[in-house]
């Protein structure tokens, strides 16, 4: 079992909706949390990052965390197509900083 | 990229030739760190420094060493270039061990 799961997609959404993109973990030492966007034949962007549980906005998007379940999500509200891309969830214990990366999950946001 | 460029972007090579890629920073970050990307298996750590000469492994070090001779400047070179290193590698720069990291726009090597 990979230490980050994360669902490869695709998940095609119409304009306007509300995405969830989502990852689960196993290593508890885990406390940075961080999500990346990567279009096609980019590298990736970091989107959102957060130390610890608890939510973070920025926009129109919103990431939260769950130490406790062992989750992170990241929300997109009023997805345009420019949102089209691939996420990537990322995660660190800290101390050299180490990433742990999901393999990402695609989305498309259709007209 | 956050003054992050990687040379080349693009390389074909024939197995058994060495092949060096480099990432040049302009930052002044202290973390550097090297990435490949293959699908089903998201971004994997290659290796990382934490300073002029100081470097580490990740957990797919094995086929490739690195140098970092100069704060800006981190080398990765595959010593007798392989198939299964045809990939693509991301470099990436963080100012402190435990910050957000910056990528830069990869380099697509193909060995044949």
């Known amino acids: 079992q990979k230490e980050v799961e994360q669902d490869p997609g695709p998940l095609s959404v119409p304009e306007g909706a509300i995405v969830s993109l989502n990852c689960t973990y196993s290593n508890s030492a885990f406390q940075y949390f961080m999500w990346y966007r990567q279009y096609s034949r980019k590298g990736p962007e970091l989107l959102m990052y957060?130390?610890?549980?608890g939510n973070k906005e920025d926009g129109r998007f919103t990431a939260q965390v769950d130490k406790s379940s062992k989750y992170i999500s990241l929300f997109i509200r009023d997805s345009q197509p420019s949102d089209s891309a691939t996420y990537l969830c990322a995660m660190s214990a800290g101390g050299g900083n180490k990433l742990t990366f999901g393999t990402g999950t695609q989305l498309k946001v259709e007209l | 990229d956050a003054g992050i460029t990687q040379s080349p972007r693009h390389k074909v090579t024939e197995t058994g030739t060495p092949v060096t890629l480099r990432c040049h920073q302009t930052e002044n970050h202290r973390y550097m760190y090297w990435y490949r990307q293959d699908p089903g298996h998201g971004l994997r750590l290659i290796h990382y420094?934490?300073?002029?000469?100081?470097?580490d492994k990740g957990e797919v070090s094995d086929g490739y060493s690195v140098s970092r001779s100069k704060t800006e400047d981190f080398l990765l070179t595959l010593e007798s270039a392989t198939s299964s290193q045809t990939s693509v590698y991301f470099c990436?720069?963080?100012?402190?061990?435990?910050?957000?990291?910056?990528f830069g726009p990869g380099t697509r090597l193909t060995v044949t």
């Open positions: 957060t130390y610890s549980s």
């Open positions: 990436a720069i963080s100012e402190r061990g435990q910050d957000e990291q910056y």
């Open positions: 420094s934490y300073g002029v000469k100081d470097t």
